[in-house]
């Protein structure tokens, strides 16, 4: 097996938070990602492919139809948008770095034209990732969706 890899990137604005939890207790946990009036992150995103090199063309994958295909179904829908609200297949989804790498999987694993989904890394920021390898995880929904009903330049 041989493992092939594409790194994208995307801009994106979330808040996390859990609507079952008190105000304190997401802020406890989610921190600066529970930032009130949501905040963004440049993600990196990592596909990794795996499979046998083809006999004519000595790949696993052409990594021009990895790329275009990771643009039509996940970047043009991602990008400089706001997770809570603008993106369909994140309803419901608390937004964190694990819950994008398995929403990701199930966008594109089986529109993988050659090879099969072997990993999908987000990468939040320079010291944060999460690795994903496709075992069946189901994601609770919650509504995670607000309304900005607090006033502004009171949060420091
Ligand atoms: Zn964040």
Redesign the pocket.
Known sequence: MVYVTRRVNFSAA???FNPTFSEEKNEAI?D??N?FFG???NYIVDVTVKGVPDPETGYVIDLKKLKALLEEHILSKVDHKHLNFDVEFFEGIIPTAENIAVTFWKEIEHKIPQGTLHKITVF?SDNNYVEYYGEPIEIPKHDVRYSIDKEPFLNS
């Open positions: 979330h808040r996390l989610f600066k990602c930032n905040h963004g992150h939040e």
